[in-house]
């Protein structure tokens, strides 16, 4: 069996069409179909499997999957801290041009020779293995990176001086404020392949149809860091005083829902901030406050390092982040009683136990040597796995489509759940409870705000309090 | 043969390595106390930006730093398992010692850094740093340091002097900038000596065997006076790096320390900034150092320094054919398992011990010239180099009888 890796998201509709002119026609991939596991037509001796995009070189360097299709960029990325050749480029699918691209503020920092000015240059990026290597080449004294989980062009200038960002057209990036100050890629979609399949296996049936389809032989793009010498000249002027603006992160993605039922139940009206495009800074009329858009899971560690005073975020994410860093002073000040779902632990339907404990008996039995955990959230799989004694185990850490990786990518989830419904289609079943998450509001608990953030922190508070006094309509 | 569960790259010191550790660590302790050292250790976790300012690791050796988050890192910032001892010792210089006018400090440590494969990936250290302003007596002074320690184990060693400063100056005057050095300087020890050819077109004034003369390892401060000639006068700043080098070469040939002067030697090539030695025993390098005065500053104050590093693991296999501190070793059997027995047994081996006598409790089989006391409420029977037992009623009449076959 040759199994190959493909990806979710946008890329599906042209990919599908590149496979069936390949006469690798997957079914229900490029229809969106909601398995993750989908056969090819014809073709017995061919799988695929649908993960978030950033999960496939991983896969394919671990050697679960032969084969797999992915943005170039994300293989630079794992190879920018895993030097091993465990994965190769094979052939460029002409797809999805993106440049990868250091960006700044325009305000602030707006070219790269006034990077070395900066006493800590702070830098945020999807790709935080790409970000530590233009670091350390451009020979910055002090740095710190921000690893985020998307919206990492929202960060400049107050939460990052620098974003890492693959963008198709980074001159649209200029009409928000920011400005290229570095390409580190020109990135396209790849089929990738693993090493180790490629010495051993006969991939020459899969192979061969992507190369009469494709007559590209190009070589993939190598990544360009800057040097010292790029970042010294100009110099940025450092910001004085304190900002009185009270500064709150409203999440994205699934939780966006229920928070902005919560702040329009609180009367809080930001403009932009709905659809599945929200704005990155809706505005507001109340007085003294700053909004911004960013993903949930990084909520915490901006609170923690007070780029943020407040954020709306899922109790999952905050979780996550102190199993990660346990003395971080970004702590729960609210329960908004609304997104409910429990983190469960989760393996496949047909195992015969129900319980961990009845679990790690059978997988003991068995004589399972090493246990694969996959999750979303890789701390707390960790703490988990720690707490309930489990022998020799590997923590999977992925992006997304976590549903399609029991049993044959991984032994446990450690995964949201809010019906069941969706682990009943994948034929998984919970057998622990990790806790119930719910929306929650967060602040740094060592912070001391004053005056007139001090009165729009207070304000903000009640309103919301009220409203998680009040059952969230569904 | 099923997996070990040793993590790849790290090793098992074995009680024989121990031995060869401690016999190595113990002579380093008192050449360095001997010249007026004293002993630091430096954390095993630090901050990272401590290793990434220019000047410091290489973009080479920071791609194999063990750096991580720490439990209370959510800003971002990360921090390092040692990967040089170093920088550690001129941070902990600046903020314990800065006043000071000369320091003189060593430590015995290793340093993390990630290999393929299983090559080593924890290299324990013993080294000396020298901070202050003593040259050149400073550089002299860790040559013979580290040489005694040499000596002093029975090793033979080979010592090796060279200056980045030297191909500093030439590549400036050919007109190169730092990158170019850099790579070119990377060529050269490659064992491409061709790269020395365009240094030598680039240079007009140089006599026609500069390339040649580079290229070669002289073997005392006539060879420096022939470069100097060869180079000619053009090249600024190279006099005082010929001039120091053809001082410290003088006074070891003064005290008949053998060694050789090579102008392509050093492998860190932005860390040194001065006199740079290397040490190798059986052609094998087992340690080395040189001065790197951009290293440690206090404030916007540089300070000169210099120190070396003799590599443990280098050495150890050396000391393989040194007596071992295992023989000697008498063990004491209790003949039964009863409370009795026991008692009388370790009675025993404490009044042997406090004798200075080294004992083992237990029932070790008997190889030529090992001594074993058969313990029992009854007394004690020595059997001592397979001679017939002899019985003995006290402790302090068996003590007395170890101590005398012994001696």
């Not at chain 1, 493909?6 to 969106?32: F, K, M, N, Q, T």
């Not at chain 1, 409910?340 to 195992?351: D, F, H, K, M, P």
């Not at chain 2, 002074?141 to 191909?167: F, H, N, T, W």
């Amino acid at each position: 069996m040759i199994k190959i890796a493909l990806p979710a998201g946008d890329l599906r509709p042209p990919i599908g069409r590149l496979l069936s002119s390949c006469g690798l026609r997957v079914e229900g991939y490029a229809e969106g179909s909601r398995s993750y596991r989908l056969a090819v037509e014809g073709r017995e001796d061919v799988a695929a499997r649908v993960f978030r995009e950033k999960d496939i070189p991983i896969q394919v360097a671990l050697g679960n999957y032969d084969l797999g299709v992915c943005s170039l960029a994300w293989v630079k990325e794992i190879q920018a801290r895993f030097k091993q050749r465990a994965i190769v480029p094979l052939r460029d699918l002409e797809l999805g041009a993106l440049s990868l691209v250091a960006m700044g503020a325009t305000s602030a920092c707006d070219r790269l020779d006034k990077l070395g000015s900066l006493p800590v240059v702070r830098i945020a990026s999807d790709y935080p293995n790409l970000a530590d290597a233009f670091a350390k080449s451009a020979r910055l004294a002090r740095y710190r990176v921000q690893g985020v989980w998307g919206a990492a062009e929202a960060y400049p200038p107050e939460d990052a001086d620098v974003a890492i960002v693959a963008v198709s057209n980074p001159d649209a990036l200029s009409e928000r404020g920011l400005a290229p100050l570095f390409e580190l890629l020109h990135s396209s979609v790849w089929l990738i392949g693993n090493v180790a399949s490629l010495g051993r296996r006969d991939l020459s049936s899969v192979l061969n149809l992507f190369n009469a389809a494709n007559g590209n032989g190009a070589q993939p793009a190598e990544v360009s860091f800057p040097t010292r010498a790029d970042t010294l000249g100009a110099s940025v002027p450092l910001s004085t005083g304190e900002r009185d603006m009270l500064r709150l992160a409203i999440p994205d993605g699934h939780q966006q829902r229920h928070v902005q039922g919560a702040l329009e139940a609180a009367g809080l009206l930001f403009d932009g901030y709905n659809g599945s495009t929200p704005a990155r800074r809706p505005r507001t009329d109340v007085d003294g406050l700053e909004v911004k858009v960013i993903r949930p899971h990084d909520m915490p560690q901006l609170v923690a390092a007070g780029e943020v005073d407040v954020a709306i975020t899922g109790r999952d994410c905050l979780m996550e982040h102190l199993y990660s860093f346990p003395s971080s002073p970004a702590a729960e000040v609210l329960d908004l009683q609304r997104g409910q779902y429990n983190l469960a632990a989760v393996v496949g339907e047909s195992l015969p136990a129900n319980t961990i404990g009845e679990v790690m008996d059978l997988w003991r039995h068995e004589g399972r040597d090493v246990l694969r955990i996959a999750s979303e959230f890789p701390a707390t799989a960790d703490h988990y796995a720690r707490s309930r004694h489990f022998w020799r185990y590997q923590v999977i850490s992925i992006a997304g489509a976590s549903e399609g990786f029991v049993p044959e990518d991984a032994d446990l989830l450690i995964e949201g759940t809010e019906t069941g419904k969706t682990l009943v289609e994948n034929k998984l079943k919970v057998i622990d409870l990790l806790y119930r998450s719910t929306t929650c509001v967060i602040a740094n608990k060592n912070a001391s705000l004053q005056r007139r953030k001090r009165i729009v922190y207070d304000e903000l508070l009640t309103r919301l309090r009220r409203v998680s006094e009040v059952p969230e309509s569904v | 043969m099923t997996d070990s569960l040793r993590c790849p790259g790290m090793r098992d010191l074995l009680p024989g390595d121990m031995e060869r550790f401690r016999r190595l660590e113990d002579t380093f302790r008192q050449v360095c106390l001997g010249w007026g050292y004293g002993e630091v250790r430096t954390p095993t976790i630090e901050h990272l930006h401590l290793f990434t300012a220019a000047g410091t690791l290489s973009p080479q050796m920071l791609e194999r730093v063990y750096s991580f988050l720490d439990w209370d890192g959510w800003s971002g910032e990360r921090v390092v398992l040692r990967p040089d001892s170093t920088i550690p010792v001129a941070r902990l210089y600046r903020e314990q010692f800065a006043s000071a006018p000369v320091t003189r400090l060593f430590y015995v440590q290793s340093v993390l850094r990630f290999a393929e494969g299983d090559a080593s990936r924890e290299d324990w250290q013993c080294g000396v740093e020298l901070i202050g302003d003593t040259q050149p007596s400073g550089d002299i002074e860790l040559i013979l340091m580290a040489s005694e320690v040499l000596s002093r184990l029975g090793l033979p060693a080979e010592l090796k002097l060279s200056d980045p400063g030297i191909l500093r100056s030439l590549f400036s005057a050919a007109g190169l900038d730092s990158e170019k050095q850099l790579a070119l300087y990377d060529r050269v020890l490659d064992g491409d000596l061709s790269a020395l050819d365009d240094v030598q077109a680039a240079l007009p004034g140089a006599g026609a065997s500069l390339a040649a003369l580079l290229a070669l390892e002289g073997e005392n401060a006539a060879y420096l006076g022939n470069l100097r000639t060869e180079i000619g006068p053009s090249i600024s700043g190279i006099d005082p790096v010929l001039d120091e080098l053809a001082s410290i070469s003088d006074v070891l040939s003064h005290l008949e320390l053998a060694h050789r002067i090579a102008p392509v030697l050093v492998r860190d090539f932005e860390y040194y900034t001065g006199p740079v030695f290397y040490l190798y025993v059986d052609g094998q390098k087992v340690g080395g150092g040189g001065r790197y005065d951009a290293l440690v500053s206090v404030g916007d104050r540089g300070s000169p320094a210099s120190g070396f590093a003799l590599d443990m693991d280098a050495l150890m296999p050396l000391l393989s054919g040194l007596p071992s501190a295992a023989t000697g070793l008498t063990t004491v059997r209790p003949k039964a398992d009863d409370t009795a027995s026991l008692r009388a047994a370790f009675e025993l081996a404490r009044s042997l011990r406090a004798a200075g006598v080294r004992v083992e409790v237990g029932d070790k089989t008997l190889a030529p010239g090992d001594v074993q006391v058969v313990a029992s409420d009854a007394g004690f029977e020595l059997r001592n180099n397979g001679a017939e037992p002899t019985s003995l009623e006290t402790v302090d009449e068996t003590v007395r009888a170890i101590a005398k076959s012994s001696s």
